[in-house]
Antibody
Framework: EVQLVESGGDLVQPGRSLRLSCKTS????????MGWVRQAPGKGLEWVGF??????????EYAASVKGRFTISRDDSKSIAYLHMSSLKTEDTARYYC???????????????WGQGTLVTVSS | EIVLTQSPGTLSLSPGERATLSCRASQSVSNTYLAWYQQKRGQAPRLLIYGASSRATGIPDRFSGSGSGTDFTLTISRLEPEDSAVYYC??????FGPGTKVDIK
């Protein structure tokens, strides 16, 4: 059974940093791209970014709203994906979901499995 | 950047009725890269349709997807009470539409 479990969400002050983890099981982690999606309270889904598998160079794409502040990484030996968030803003307050991405020729086309999410609140 | 627009914003229908949800892209999207998700209140989103028309594992056949180019449709042929949710389209594993809320009367 495929499982994705996020952790690390917390209440943090603006300008601070936070690292989210996504521990996975039930599939060969290294074969898949992994994505992050967030959802602000009462709002829709917003793509944050994804990291390709090493077969496609492990390259990373970010949404413009987080580029330069957020970093996605992966540890294939531990089957964990990470989202490191720095210079946090109040508008980064959201539930953050980890997703498994199905890629066509290295380009993620959809997310077939989602974690339950972890809540990040940015407030002074 | 491709922008997705979904309509209507809210759909209120009775059990057994047919729901038709629209997703329109500002530029042409390859069918390979168009997906639909369902999100029930308090839950994580769930993949319904990928490749514009292929049902994900375990999705009932009352859900179907169609369309090409810039216009895509999610149809729920016979609504059931558990279909009450917000439905999102997504392109290229990136941009999401704003969602359509389906209320079951």
């Amino acid at each position: 059974e495929v499982q994705l479990v996020e952790s690390g969400g917390d209440l943090v002050q603006p300008g601070r940093s936070l690292r989210l983890s996504c521990k996975t099981s039930g599939f060969t982690f290294g074969d898949y791209a992994m994505g992050w999606v967030r959802q602000a309270p009462g709002k829709g889904l917003e793509w944050v970014g994804f990291i390709r598998s090493e077969a496609y160079g492990g390259t990373i794409e970010y949404a413009a709203s987080v580029k330069g502040r957020f970093t996605i990484s992966r540890d294939d030996s531990k089957s964990i994906a990470y989202l490191h968030m720095s210079s946090l803003k109040t508008e980064d307050t959201a539930r953050y979901y980890c997703t498994r991405a199905i890629a066509a020729a290295g380009t993620p086309s959809y997310f077939d499995y989602w974690g339950q999410g972890t809540l990040v609140t940015v407030s002074s | 950047e491709i922008v997705l627009t979904q309509s209507p914003g809210t759909l209120s229908l009775s059990p057994g009725e047919r729901a038709t949800l629209s997703c329109r892209a500002s530029q042409s999207v390859s069918n390979t890269y168009l997906a639909w998700y369902q999100q029930k209140r308090g839950q994580a989103p769930r993949l319904l349709i990928y490749g514009a028309s292929s049902r994900a594992t375990g999705i009932p056949d009352r859900f179907s997807g169609s369309g090409s180019g810039t216009d895509f449709t999610l149809t729920i042929s016979r609504l059931e009470p558990e279909d009450s949710a917000v439905y999102y389209c997504q392109q290229y594993g990136i941009t999401f539409g704003p969602g359509t809320k389906v209320d079951i009367k």
